[in-house]
């Protein structure tokens, strides 16, 4: 029996890709923009919105293009749910900044432009994190805060589809998915 | 060594008789330095002499026996005070009595069995050692030399490749393939990952080879795992229909065979784990066993075969592969 010195190196035979796939768009489109802030109300019941603009491709959102107007408390809500629905590591949102709802300084307060900015920044990188998690589009509080208008607090907490790790077919077997806090 | 030594104390030495001939390879010590040792196989006799060397000469040493043993032993890092001998042969050398000069005995402990392969682990350690003792009343002279025993097996009959898609509903969906189950540790890892779906947005893909050393029994279980190598096989975002190549070769890394359930005590397993790490530095990963295995070394091989080997490597060509036949007719001509 000829044992070969050297070893049989070549790479294993594959099917070659469809033209439309290789130049095709890819199916893993979703960008969301957190900008145009706006002060909402008078005197000492003001607070600050933000335009949330998703544009997407991903199949599981309803809506390819959709927009919204969130607030800070909207953004913690979604975080407070998200971490007790489902089994994700939450990443970290943009300080709450009490201070800066004390009175007596010498700036803006909340409404300080570089603190906007900062902040709208922030929230920016939240929940495009956020967004494309796997796990966390199952939630139906996710698509509540992207996709309608206003958020229902009232709302019965929910999956938007079956869980992902449960096996539709057998011909699959799931991945573990881990979140690396950063 | 004795501080109160009133009268003879000596010196023991182990040689063994083919300490010329016999190959020696470098094995981990438990603090992680190397050194080299003997190299023995299973059913090798191992021969030799010990020397008694008188330390002050004219003096007669007065002993209970000299002796000599080959002794197999699993030590439990955590259990150290047991030692599990699995090999254990004795050879008198001198009965109780006292030598008046220096001596040298020989011994054999002939076809010796040595079923494992020798190992040093984060939690366990199993060695192969001769010692040769002088008992005396109060206090052993003793000498302990370590070797190193290597197990070897032949290609396996069945070496089927391993083949699975898997993924997360409408989210990822890849094939991956290596060409085999079980590898040996000169071996090259050929496979490939075949993208059937890519919704999410992936920066890099890793083969890692984890090492599992698993010690105890039933409630007191341990797992320690090590990753050996990382090794990074794309970088990039695929699309559908994509297919990246897998080119691992194990020879680079510190390995060893594949060791299930020694003597009831421990087990060291390996695994291929397939990584992918998205733009959010989320990872997704699917471990695969697999089995190595050591392979004896080629004993004897012409140059000019190796020679034309090589150069078939490179053209394929009529003229290399007549050179191939004409070296292998020469070598078995």
Same mark, same amino acid.
């Given at each position: 029996?000829?044992?070969?010195?050297?070893?049989?190196?070549?790479?294993?035979?594959?099917?070659?890709?469809?033209?439309?796939?290789?130049?095709?768009?890819?199916?893993?489109?979703?960008?969301?923009?957190?900008?145009?802030?706006?002060?909402?109300?008078?005197?000492?019941?003001?607070?600050?919105?933000?335009?949330?603009?998703?544009?997407?491709?991903?199949?599981?959102?309803?809506?390819?293009?959709?927009?919204?107007?969130?607030?800070?408390?909207?953004?913690?809500?979604?975080?407070?749910?998200?971490?007790?629905?489902?089994?994700?590591?939450?990443?970290?949102l943009p300080g709450k900044a009490l201070k800066r709802q004390l009175p007596f300084r010498g700036d803006e307060g909340l409404f300080e432009e570089a603190f906007i900015e900062e902040r709208r920044?922030?929230?920016?990188?939240?929940?495009?994190?956020?967004?494309?998690?796997?796990?966390?589009?199952?939630?139906?509080?996710?698509?509540?805060?992207?996709?309608?208008?206003?958020?229902?607090?009232?709302?019965?907490?929910?999956?938007?589809?079956?869980?992902?790790?449960?096996?539709?077919?057998?011909?699959?077997?799931?991945?573990?998915?881990?979140?690396?806090?950063? | 060594?004795?501080?109160?030594?009133?009268?003879?104390?000596?010196?023991?030495?182990?040689?063994?008789?083919?300490?010329?001939?016999?190959?020696?390879?470098?094995?981990?010590?438990?603090?992680?330095? %190397?050194? @080299? /040792?003997? =190299?023995?196989?299973?059913?090798?006799?191992?021969?030799?002499?010990?020397? &008694?060397?008188? +330390?002050?000469?004219?003096?007669?040493?007065?002993?209970?026996?000299?002796?000599?043993?080959?002794?197999?032993?699993?030590?439990?890092?955590?259990?150290?005070?047991?030692?599990?001998?699995?090999?254990?042969?004795?050879?008198?050398?001198?009965?109780?009595?006292?030598?008046?000069?220096?001596?040298?005995?020989?011994?054999?402990?002939?076809?010796?069995?040595?079923?494992?392969?020798?190992?040093?682990?984060?939690?366990?350690?199993?060695?192969?050692?001769?010692?040769?003792?002088?008992?005396?009343?109060?206090?052993?002279?003793?000498?302990?030399?370590?070797?190193v025993v290597h197990t070897l097996s032949t290609y396996p009959e069945l070496n089927s490749s391993i083949k699975m898609e898997v993924g997360i509903e409408d989210c990822l969906h890849i094939e991956?393939?290596?060409? %085999?189950? @079980? /590898?040996? =540790?000169?071996?090259?890892?050929?496979?490939?990952?075949?993208?059937?779906? &890519?919704?999410? +947005?992936?920066?890099?893909?890793?083969?890692?080879?984890?090492?599992?050393?698993?010690?105890?029994?039933?409630?007191?279980?341990?797992?320690?795992?090590?990753?050996?190598?990382?090794?990074?096989?794309?970088?990039?975002?695929?699309?559908?229909?994509?297919?990246?190549?897998?080119?691992?070769?194990?020879?680079?890394?510190?390995?060893?065979?594949?060791?299930?359930?020694?003597?009831?005590?421990?087990?060291?397993?390996?695994?291929?784990?397939?990584?992918?790490?998205?733009?959010?530095?989320?990872?997704?990963?699917?471990?695969?066993?697999?089995?190595?295995?050591?392979?004896?070394?080629?004993?004897?091989?012409?140059?000019?075969?190796?020679?034309?080997?090589?150069?078939?490597?490179?053209?394929?060509s009529a003229a290399s592969e007549s050179a191939l036949e004409q070296a292998a007719k020469e070598e078995s001509g």
């Amino acid at each position: 029996m000829t044992d070969p010195v050297v070893a049989d190196t070549r790479r294993l035979n594959s099917k070659p890709q469809d033209l439309t796939d290789a130049y095709g768009p890819p199916s893993n489109f979703l960008e969301i923009d957190v900008y145009d802030p706006q002060i909402v109300g008078v005197g000492r019941n003001r607070y600050t919105t933000y335009e949330v603009r998703m544009r997407t491709n991903l199949p599981i959102f309803k809506l390819k293009d959709s927009c919204v107007r969130r607030r800070y408390s909207d953004f913690e809500w979604l975080k407070n749910e998200l971490e007790r629905d489902s089994k994700i590591v939450v990443p970290p949102l943009p300080g709450k900044a009490l201070k800066r709802q004390l009175p007596f300084r010498g700036d803006e307060g909340l409404f300080e432009e570089a603190f906007i900015e900062e902040r709208r920044v922030g929230l920016e990188q939240f929940i495009n994190r956020i967004a494309g998690h796997p796990l966390a589009q199952n939630e139906r509080c996710l698509h509540m805060f992207l996709q309608e208008e206003t958020i229902d607090r009232n709302y019965i907490p929910g999956k938007v589809r079956k869980n992902r790790y449960t096996c539709a077919c057998s011909m699959y077997i799931y991945f573990y998915i881990t979140l690396i806090q950063s | 060594m004795s501080f109160f030594s009133f009268g003879q104390s000596a010196e023991i030495d182990v040689v063994l008789n083919d300490a010329e001939t016999r190959k020696k390879v470098e094995h981990k010590t438990e603090d992680g330095k %190397k050194d @080299k /040792y003997f =190299l023995f196989y299973d059913g090798e006799t191992v021969s030799g002499k010990v020397n &008694v060397t008188l +330390k002050n000469p004219g003096k007669r040493l007065e002993h209970h026996g000299i002796k000599i043993e080959f002794v197999g032993q699993i030590e439990l890092y955590y259990d150290r005070g047991n030692h599990h001998e699995f090999v254990s042969l004795v050879k008198d050398l001198a009965r109780p009595g006292e030598i008046t000069q220096s001596q040298t005995f020989d011994f054999e402990f002939t076809h010796v069995e040595k079923p494992y392969e020798s190992y040093t682990g984060q939690n366990v350690k199993l060695r192969y050692f001769l010692r040769a003792t002088v008992i005396r009343r109060l206090n052993d002279i003793n000498k302990e030399m370590d070797i190193v025993v290597h197990t070897l097996s032949t290609y396996p009959e069945l070496n089927s490749s391993i083949k699975m898609e898997v993924g997360i509903e409408d989210c990822l969906h890849i094939e991956f393939e290596y060409n %085999k189950s @079980k /590898y040996h =540790l000169k071996d090259v890892i050929v496979g490939k990952i075949y993208f059937l779906l &890519v919704r999410i +947005k992936i920066k890099h893909m890793e083969i890692d080879i984890i090492k599992r050393e698993t010690t105890g029994t039933g409630p007191s279980v341990y797992h320690e795992n090590d990753t050996i190598a990382k090794y990074e096989i794309m970088d990039g975002a695929p699309v559908r229909g994509e297919s990246i190549p897998i080119r691992l070769f194990l020879a680079g890394y510190d390995l060893t065979p594949t060791m299930r359930d020694i003597n009831k005590k421990f087990s060291v397993r390996y695994y291929l784990n397939l990584v992918l790490i998205d733009e959010e530095e989320r990872r997704y990963f699917k471990q695969q066993e697999i089995t190595l295995w050591r392979k004896g070394d080629v004993v004897r091989k012409s140059m000019s075969h190796q020679a034309a080997i090589a150069s078939q490597r490179f053209e394929g060509s009529a003229a290399s592969e007549s050179a191939l036949e004409q070296a292998a007719k020469e070598e078995s001509g």
